[in-house]
């Protein structure tokens, strides 16, 4: 593995440089000898680590496994399959190599590789390890899920996803997809059917939960609802709560909810109820299943809507909290539920409220338009008309707005590609479309897929920067001279090397000073001062100045700072051209600007500013890159090693001077040692580069093939990123025409509410002269009769 603190430099020796000789009153040998004794303990360990690359231990393999399973629950999914990966190639035989490959299963699910998960989950199952077997069952739950798979994250949360039969019509009829079919597995219908054989192989009183509900899952998805019935509730009993704790706790809820759902599917509706009840009263502490009371809530009150019991219905709507994400689904079907009981008044409530919690909703036009159709339900006339007139001015004027643009198609479509092309990862149709003509657009498919197929190659195009950003750094690091300090065991032995020379130096000086007080002359004085001066080298080993580093490290922030000038400038050109767009936008009509050539400048400062921008981030790569290279390539670390070299020298020549002058054994045997263990330190660390060059080697191998592919796939991303931008541009401009013509659509339909005021309020005129017809019919047959009474009392 790579070291965090390769870069790190080698410890400066404790002896101040400014200091002469150390002036012992003596020296003790045995002290010498303890330390040379430690430093020995380090050298052998060096020297081991060096002699022979250690295959990892089983512990070993255990910490990278639950290193691999932390990323993997953290969400790290392609780091955690590197590691998994790891173990499986090259570590097959390990006893943690079956929970590398079920993991790598899981994390290849995550990352949307079903066919290569699901074939780690099956392997899982023709595996005859022991290590295997507690993992079967897990594997086949998998398989399940791989067979059927789960919907993304926030897909009951769409709008006519499950809602009423009205409100799917509805939806389905302003473009809102609301097609709720299962999506295709990764597995063939014969390995689904060896799979179904495979659960049931197992004991049912030893299946796990997760089994459990997977197998239920499935058999409900695949509508055999009896048997689904029959697996989900015998992990589950009614007698259990469903939300207690211990084994299987976290697939209660959910197998509870996909059993009530089954009971549906059964049409046994008052089963049902008394299921999707039952999980209403759990009191869950996971999030998710939280999310599925309230879907179960939500059930409810369909059920109470399809049966005509709207205070049932309304009051199962009102328990989804505003904090849900259903919240506004809830609001909506309550309206329908409202309108379906002639309650009007409440209906336009949570309309209103609708509109309020969700003004971007696709459903919001036609929410607007549904409140003028209450209003003549309320035979309201006046307040119809008037809603329905607000609602032709608003979208009449956003449809000219919108369609300003399109009156010079091609320009319109440069300028498109000049806003797509300024960020295409995060590109949203509200850069290119009035806030309120968002909601129109995103309901109509083509505006949607050019938002996504934008966004899509945008952050493909991002990722592929980013891998070669780390290739590069990659490539500097194994371009470091000091090769063993990438590797943290390596680093480790390295770090303690430093500190055997240090030591070893630091006897030595002891050695020579014992044989200084015992030898006298003046040319030991001249010696002792060229030692001085090679001392102060070791200390500071480019000099007094600086270290050199400082000077590069000051130069990198200097680049920063003309890269953060140039950000803020670019922001500011940005905010002016926006200001000047909405600015042109909004005073057209007063302008005498030429339109074509507006947008053509308009395209033009953008693709500058997108150039500028570009250029800060070269700037950018450029600071990372030179902090990169002081990491790995520290000036001061060859230089002080090199000083420290001279220095040895020059006390070895000092010592052969001082051993004539003055006899000493046991001090001379103490300094052999001494050289001997030094001599090891540097064989030993020349093996450690040895050995970290041998594991490099092979990366080294792949860094040049991966080089190779990433300059290939530069120039497919090119060639597509700019394929992409024009067919994004493209397609804005007929979705520009698509939300025209669905804002004209609007009008139209504005425009029929006017008439259907108009109708109701003749039919309204016409039931009151009938009313007045009738009553009058009514008052001359009693006349009629007074009459005909009173004249035969005059006969009588």
């Known amino acids: 593995m790579l070291s965090v603190a390769s870069g790190v430099s080698i410890p400066p020796l404790t002896p101040d440089a400014e200091a002469a000789p150390r002036r012992r009153k003596s020296v003790d040998l045995s002290d010498l000898l303890d330390r040379i004794r430690e430093a020995e303990t380090s050298v052998v360990g060096a020297e081991r680590a060096a002699a022979k690359e250690p295959r990892p231990s089983e512990a070993d393999l255990a910490r990278r496994l639950v290193a691999g399973q932390l990323r993997l629950a953290d969400g790290d999914f392609e780091g955690s399959a590197i590691l998994f990966l790891d173990i499986i190639e090259n570590h097959p035989s390990s006893r943690g190599a079956p929970a590398a490959q079920f993991h790598l299963g899981e994390a290849l699910a995550k990352l949307g590789m079903g066919r290569w998960a699901a074939e780690m989950f099956s392997k899982i199952l023709g595996d005859t390890r022991p290590g295997a077997a507690r993992y079967r069952q897990k594997a086949v739950a998998r398989l399940f899920d791989l067979a059927v798979p789960r919907r993304e994250h926030g897909f009951a949360e769409r709008p006519g996803i499950s809602a009423t039969p009205e409100v799917r019509a509805r939806l389905a009829a302003v473009g809102v997809k609301v097609d709720s079919a299962p999506p295709s597995g990764a597995l063939r219908a014969d390995d689904a059917e060896r799979l179904i054989k495979w659960a049931q192989s197992f004991p049912a009183r030893s299946r796990e939960a997760e089994l459990r509900y997977a197998f239920g899952r499935y058999l409900y998805m695949t509508k055999h609802y009896a048997e689904a019935l029959a697996e989900l ?31 549906l599917g059964m049409d046994e509706v008052e089963e049902a109820l008394e299921r999707f009840s039952r999980v209403t009263k759990a009191r869950p502490s996971d999030p998710r299943d939280r999310r599925i009371v309230e879907l179960s809530w939500m059930a409810i009150g369909r ?72 209003r003549i339900q309320q035979r309201d006339y006046q307040g119809a008309e008037e809603q329905f007139l607000a609602l032709r001015r608003e979208f009449d004027r956003l449809a000219r707005r919108v369609g300003r643009k399109l009156e010079a198609q091609g320009d319109a479509t440069t300028y498109f590609a000049a806003v797509i092309g300024e960020d295409m990862q995060h590109f949203a149709l509200d850069s290119i479309l009035p806030a309120a003509a968002v909601a129109v ?45 990438l590797f943290t065991d390596l680093a480790a032995h390295v770090a303690s090397l430093d500190n055997v020379d240090n030591d070893l130096v630091e006897i030595q000086e002891d050695l020579v000073q014992r044989l200084v007080r015992r030898a006298k002359g003046s040319s030991l004085d001249a010696m002792d001062d060229q030692r001085r001066a090679l001392r102060g080298r070791v200390d500071a080993p480019l000099g007094r100045r600086g270290d050199g580093m400082a000077d590069q490290v000051r130069a990198s922030m200097r680049l ?45 400062m953008r693709n500058e500013i997108g150039q500028l921008e570009r250029a800060a981030e070269t700037l950018r790569k450029r600071i990372a890159r030179a902090r990169h290279t002081l990491r790995f390539s520290n000036p001061l670390v060859e230089a002080r090693r090199a000083a420290l070299a001279d220095y040895r020298k020059h006390l070895a020549m000092m010592h052969g001077v001082l051993a004539k002058l003055a006899d000493d054994p046991e001090a001379l045997t103490v300094w052999k040692r001494a050289g001997k263990l030094a001599s090891r330190s540097d064989k030993a660390r020349g093996g450690l580069d040895r050995t970290a060059g041998g594991r490099l080697k092979d990366a080294v191998a792949v860094l040049v093939a991966e080089r190779a592919n990433l300059e290939q796939y530069r120039g497919e991303m090119d060639t597509v990123t700019v394929t992409a ?33 108009a109708w109701g309020m003749k039919d309204a005129e016409s039931a009151q002269a009938h009313q007045l017809e009738v009553a009058r019919e009514r008052d001359l047959g009693e006349l009629d009769l007074a009459l005909e009474m009173g004249l035969e009392d005059l006969d009588q």
């Open 233 to 263: 509730d015998a992990m589950s009993p009614f007698d259990i709560p469903i939300s207690r704790g211990g084994e299987g706790a976290q697939w209660r809820v959910r197998a509870a909810y996909v059993a009530a759902a089954a009971a």
């Open 560 to 604: 920063e700072q003309k890269a953060h000038k140039l950000e803020i400038f670019v922001a500011q050109q940005r905010a002016q051209l926006i200001a000047t767009e909405r600015y042109y936008d909004e005073t057209r009509g007063n302008q005498k600007i030429d339109h074509t050539a507006f947008l053509t400048q308009a395209a033009e």
């Open 725 to 757: 931008k024009a067919t994004v541009a493209e397609t804005m401009s007929a979705s520009y025409r698509d939300v025209v013509g669905e804002l004209a659509n609007l009008v139209m339909r504005s425009e029929v509410g006017l008439l259907d005021v």
């Open 441 to 485: 657009a995103r309901a109509l498919p083509r505006a949607a897929h050019g938002e996504a197929l934008a966004r899509e190659v945008g952050t493909l195009d991002r990722e592929l920067i980013d891998v070669m950003a780390m290739l590069s750094k990659m490539e500097e690091a194994v371009r470091v001279k000091d090769k063993a300090r």
């Open 303 to 374: 059920i109470f809507h399809d049966q005509d019991l709207t205070e049932e219905s309304v009051s199962a709507y009102r328990r989804i909290g505003r904090d849900s994400p259903f919240f506004g689904e809830a609001m909506y079907e309550t309206a329908w539920t409202l309108l379906a009981a002639k309650r009007y008044d409440q209906a336009v409530k949570a309309l209103d409220l609708l509109i309020v919690y969700e003004p971007n909703s696709p459903v919001v036009p036609e929410i607007k338009q549904l409140r003028g159709k209450i």
